[in-house]
């Protein structure tokens, strides 16, 4: 059984990182058979539109060479989080699943083969939320593995995952307080998700992604890892939405297929601790977070009410 998904390409902005990420989907194995969506979100103002310009020329000359290639463009500009939830919902109303990348992304030659391999394997098992493409070096043993919630770089869903997708922040965060799972949510506080969630409640952030990870997370859905990363994120350079210029989720691409193999469907604990201990490292001023929500989950208790 074979899916062959339609890829979306999400683009604004940038047409060289553009013109990298479509490079290297196109080398990808399979590529001719999927059909591939660029999404170019409208102009901000006038002083974007030489620019917008050049992305439009990148895309569409991508387009000319490959038939399997349609470029869509927002009359207005949406937004990164409103851009991806638009495309997405269209697309899906019309397909069973659905591979997203973003234009900062190259991809592993196997990156398609991956995201096929998961929606095929996984289609029956509803836990299993998402397919991720990026995984970070933390060292994990398992070829492939699961972890709680889903990512946002390089990754594949299917429709009636998406459709679970509840996408009022508010909602999202209240629920996550009312089951005491800030914690487990923060990986033991090594990261701050809820604070990220709060930002997005706050209008501080326009983030899908955050919702889109606390949505799956609630719900206990698994999106399936690759133990080597299968996408490269090169938007860490300030060009970004949302992220600044860091080394921090910085991946080495190697160009060799994952071992395919059905695994036990549960987050791995190894994998778990493996993250963890990775961005407590990467992160040690949130120590001091990570104390003052700790002493609070003590207090707060109920051993102490």
Not at 175 to 192: A, G, I, M, N
Not at 233 to 239: E, H, I, L, Q, V
Request: glycine residues 6%; proline residues 2%; neutral net charge.
């Amino acid at each position: 059984m074979k899916f062959h998904s339609p890829v979306l390409v999400l683009a604004y902005n940038r047409p060289l990182h553009l013109h990298n990420c479509l490079e290297s989907l196109r080398r990808n194995l399979g590529f001719e058979e999927h059909e591939i969506f660029i999404a170019i979100d409208g102009i901000k103002n006038e002083s974007e539109r030489t620019i917008s310009r050049q992305v439009e020329n990148v895309a569409e000359e991508f387009a000319i060479v490959n038939e399997n290639t349609r470029v869509v463009k927002n009359a207005r500009n949406l937004g990164l989080g409103a851009s991806v939830l638009h495309n997405i919902d269209k697309i899906l109303d019309k397909n069973l699943g659905i591979i997203v990348v973003e234009d900062d992304l190259v991809l592993s030659s196997h990156f398609l083969n991956y995201c096929e391999y998961g929606l095929v394997s996984y289609l029956e098992d509803k836990s299993v939320m998402a397919i991720s493409g990026f995984s970070l070096p933390i060292g994990t043993l398992e070829e492939t593995y699961f972890l709680r919630g889903a990512d946002c770089w390089g990754w594949a869903t299917w429709k009636d995952r998406w459709d679970k997708f509840e996408r009022d922040g508010s909602l999202l965060l209240r629920e996550l307080k009312k089951r005491k799972l800030q914690r487990v949510f923060d990986l033991d506080y090594s990261y701050q998700y809820t604070s990220m969630l709060e930002r997005q409640v706050a209008g501080k952030s326009s983030s899908w992604a955050i919702r889109w990870h606390a949505s799956t997370f609630l719900q206990g859905g698994l999106s399936l890892f690759p133990k080597v990363s299968l996408v490269e994120n090169r938007g860490n350079d300030g060009s970004g939405t949302n992220m600044g210029i860091t080394e921090i989720y910085s991946t080495s691409l190697v160009n060799e297929s994952p071992v395919f193999e059905k695994i036990q469907i549960t987050e791995s604990r190894q994998a778990r601790e493996k993250l963890i201990d990775f961005y407590k490292k990467k992160f040690p001023q949130n120590l001091k977070s990570r104390l003052k929500n700790f002493i609070c989950s003590l207090y707060f208790s109920d051993s102490f009410r």
